[in-house]
């Protein structure tokens, strides 16, 4: 009889493993500060790869198109905000209403509109961020349900939180040109007392 073999062990993730994720977090963060700043004009993986610190050749290593980068870094900013937001603790309304605001109006969204802008006249990014603004409307109005502890069952419920936040884009389209903070507070003020008497 031969020696047995004692069964692998699952090895930790090797230092290469560690840099190839630290190099692909740094190009979606830096994508997604170039698209706020720069717009889809100015934006493109040299400027990207130059920003994060590394070459060309790993930008395109971890993303072969500049649609691949783009869309990957708005879609992981926007992971990270709705883990953000899913570990709010629970809280009035009113710090529900701002923190769902907040994410219309920083750079993320900014991001964002920059690839709807560019998807409207590119033919191959626009069903890339179709899909991906679907998904992220999809999971932002789920985390909204509960945090406002929404009953969508009961009939206009459901129409009350979407409203909320295409007020919240709204918010954020207006901010893009101005600092609409002043306004912006006493709007949320409002709808949150509006979704009080709407909810229950």
Not at 15 to 26: E, I, Y
Not at 64 to 73: C, I, M, Q, S, W
């Given at each position: 009889?031969g020696?047995?073999?004692?069964?692998?062990?699952?090895?930790?993730?090797?230092?290469?493993?560690?840099?190839?994720?630290?190099t692909?977090?740094?190009?979606?963060?830096?994508?997604?500060?170039?698209?706020?700043?720069?717009?889809?004009?100015?934006s493109?993986?040299?400027?990207?790869?130059?920003?994060?610190?590394?070459?060309?050749?790993?930008?395109?290593?971890?993303?072969?198109?500049?649609?691949?980068?783009?869309?990957?870094a708005?879609?992981?900013?926007?992971?990270?905000?709705?883990?953000?937001?899913?570990?709010l603790p629970?809280?009035?309304?009113?710090?529900?209403?701002?923190?769902?605001v907040?994410?219309?109006?920083?750079?993320?969204?900014r991001?964002?509109l920059?690839?709807?802008?560019?998807?409207?006249?590119?033919?191959?990014?626009?069903?890339?961020?179709?899909?991906?603004e679907?998904?992220?409307?999809?999971?932002?109005h789920?985390?909204?349900?509960?945090?406002?502890?929404?009953?969508?069952?009961r009939?206009?419920?459901?129409?009350?939180?979407?409203?909320?936040?295409d007020m919240?884009?709204?918010?954020?389209?207006?901010?893009?040109?101005?600092?609409?903070?002043?306004r912006?507070?006493?709007?949320?003020?409002?709808?949150?007392?509006l979704?009080?008497?709407?909810?229950?």
């Amino acid at each position: 009889m031969g020696a047995v073999t004692p069964p692998r062990t699952p090895a930790a993730k090797s230092p290469k493993q560690d840099r190839s994720r630290v190099t692909r977090q740094r190009l979606l963060e830096a994508a997604v500060a170039c698209l706020a700043e720069h717009g889809w004009a100015g934006s493109t993986v040299s400027v990207v790869a130059e920003r994060a610190g590394v070459s060309r050749g790993a930008a395109q290593h971890h993303f072969p198109t500049r649609e691949d980068l783009f869309t990957g870094a708005v879609e992981y900013v926007a992971e990270e905000r709705s883990a953000a937001l899913r570990a709010l603790p629970v809280q009035g309304r009113t710090a529900v209403v701002a923190a769902l605001v907040d994410l219309y109006t920083g750079p993320l969204f900014r991001a964002a509109l920059q690839l709807w802008v560019a998807a409207s006249n590119e033919a191959q990014l626009r069903p890339r961020v179709t899909e991906l603004e679907a998904r992220v409307g999809r999971e932002t109005h789920r985390i909204a349900v509960e945090l406002l502890r929404a009953d969508e069952a009961r009939p206009g419920v459901r129409e009350t939180v979407q409203g909320l936040l295409d007020m919240a884009r709204g918010l954020g389209l207006a901010n893009v040109l101005t600092d609409d903070r002043a306004r912006r507070e006493k709007v949320v003020a409002q709808w949150a007392a509006l979704l009080d008497e709407a909810l229950g």
